[in-house]
């Protein structure tokens, strides 16, 4: 399946990454590779792209699509939090940009069998790289379906409320407590209805179950925990004048880059209060994004999921 992917607020990476001719690249979400094929194009002749992608299958599609770039771009089926290793792999050590657009991607929000979505009906998997275990160090990531039918009511509560921002959280996972003592929650719609049988109609435009959604998709693929890693390997990855890009698409992503960025961008991170500065810390980074950048109505309107994206970009000192 080659689902269409429309990369969101592609110009405006462009215009950050500023890629150029013999350029090294990392796209460390590449997905469907529509970022990465922009910015291929930009460093024409002779830039290069890695990109990495934690789903196995988003990357046969992104080489199948990206072909025609030849040995320009390369492909690694791995978390951005590992950046610095899969790139030293290669014999890598310093890049010119980084981008991370990121989230879930069209192929897997539209394949059923993913468990991303309420819309259709699956297995509730949720992750972005499949169970198998790439070698011995590699835990095994437990699927949503395990986390919703072995985990504690406190901790569903957790999940729901600190990934999900949930008002409702300790209704749903009561509500899921008693579903799963009479037969175990396996499917996405199964799953849906539960949830929409705790929270009371019409308190929101928005389906019921969609935080929860969220919620138990950020818990499953550790997604918060690869941000904060991720951002610390690109920053050091780069090269003094290399750019950074990050698309986030809700508010406890976009916090992250936010504040990682402002306290990468200032000189002193002593406590407020602290009279002399004792921290020694030295800027690495300067903000090229004083708001977000957001997509305007037209892209929404051609691609209603970019309607929540928010790009920050940074250039390295
Ligand atoms: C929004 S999509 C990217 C779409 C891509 N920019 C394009 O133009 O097709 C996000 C992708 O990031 C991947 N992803 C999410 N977290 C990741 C991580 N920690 N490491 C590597 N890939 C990740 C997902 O599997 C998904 O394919």
Same mark, same amino acid.
């Given at each position: 399946?080659?689902?269409?992917?429309?990369?969101?607020?592609?110009?405006?990476?462009?215009?950050?990454?500023?890629?150029?001719?013999?350029? +090294?690249?990392?796209?460390? !979400?590449?997905?469907?590779?529509?970022?990465?094929?922009?910015?291929?194009? $930009?460093?024409?002749?002779?830039?290069?792209?890695?990109?990495?992608?934690?789903?196995?299958?988003?990357?046969?599609?992104?080489?199948?699509?990206?072909?025609?770039?030849?040995?320009?771009?390369?492909?690694?089926?791995?978390?951005?939090?590992?950046?610095?290793?899969?790139?030293?792999?290669?014999?890598?050590?310093?890049?010119?940009?980084?981008?991370?657009?990121?989230?879930?991607?069209?192929?897997?929000?539209?394949?059923?069998?993913?468990?991303?979505? *309420?819309?259709?009906?699956?297995?509730? =998997?949720?992750?972005?790289?499949?169970?198998?275990?790439?070698?011995?160090?590699?835990?095994? !990531?437990?699927?949503?379906?395990?986390?919703?039918?072995?985990?504690?009511?406190?901790?569903?509560?957790?999940?729901?409320?600190?990934?999900?921002?949930?008002? *409702?959280?300790?209704?749903? $996972?009561?509500? +899921?407590?008693?579903?799963?003592?009479?037969?175990?929650?396996?499917?996405?719609?199964?799953?849906?209805?539960?949830?929409?049988?705790?929270?009371?109609?019409?308190?929101?435009?928005?389906?019921? $179950?969609?935080?929860? *959604?969220?919620?138990?998709?950020?818990?499953?693929?550790?997604?918060?925990?690869?941000?904060?890693?991720?951002? =610390?390997?690109?920053?050091?990855?780069?090269?003094?004048?290399?750019?950074?890009?990050?698309?986030?698409?809700?508010?406890?992503?976009?916090?992250?880059?936010?504040?990682?960025?402002?306290?990468?961008?200032?000189?002193?991170?002593?406590?407020?209060?602290?009279?002399?500065? +004792?921290?020694?810390?030295?800027?690495?980074?300067?903000?090229?994004?004083?708001?977000? +950048?957001?997509? =305007?109505?037209?892209?929404? $309107?051609?691609?209603?999921?970019?309607?929540?994206?928010?790009?920050?970009?940074?250039?390295?000192?």
């Amino acid at each position: 399946m080659d689902t269409q992917h429309i990369p969101v607020l592609c110009d405006k990476v462009i215009e950050f990454l500023k890629p150029k001719a013999a350029g +090294i690249y990392v796209d460390g !979400t590449v997905g469907l590779g529509g970022h990465s094929s922009a910015i291929l194009n $930009a460093s024409a002749p002779n830039g290069r792209v890695i990109g990495i992608d934690l789903d196995p299958e988003a990357l046969v599609i992104a080489k199948r699509r990206l072909n025609a770039f030849g040995d320009r771009c390369c492909f690694i089926n791995g978390n951005f939090a590992e950046m610095s290793v899969l790139l030293e792999e290669r014999s890598i050590c310093a890049v010119d940009g980084v981008l991370l657009d990121l989230g879930v991607s069209s192929l897997q929000l539209d394949t059923p069998d993913r468990g991303f979505s *309420f819309n259709h009906t699956g297995p509730l =998997d949720m992750r972005m790289r499949t169970g198998r275990k790439l070698d011995d160090n590699q835990e095994v !990531t437990p699927t949503a379906m395990q986390v919703i039918n072995d985990s504690p009511r406190d901790t569903l509560v957790h999940i729901f409320k600190r990934y999900g921002e949930e008002r *409702f959280a300790r209704r749903i $996972a009561n509500r +899921i407590v008693k579903a799963r003592q009479q037969l175990p929650i396996t499917t996405t719609t199964h799953f849906a209805e539960i949830v929409k049988g705790a929270v009371p109609q019409k308190t929101s435009k928005i389906h019921p $179950a969609t935080r929860v *959604f969220q919620a138990l998709r950020i818990h499953v693929n550790r997604e918060l925990e690869n941000l904060e890693a991720g951002l =610390d390997v690109a920053i050091s990855l780069l090269k003094p004048g290399g750019h950074l890009c990050v698309i986030a698409f809700h508010s406890l992503e976009d916090r992250i880059v936010k504040r990682r960025f402002q306290r990468c961008a200032t000189a002193c991170i002593c406590p407020p209060k602290t009279p002399v500065c +004792i921290c020694d810390h030295e800027p690495s980074l300067q903000i090229l994004t004083k708001r977000p +950048i957001v997509p =305007d109505v037209s892209a929404v $309107a051609h691609n209603p999921r970019a309607r929540s994206a928010k790009l920050r970009a940074a250039r390295k000192l």
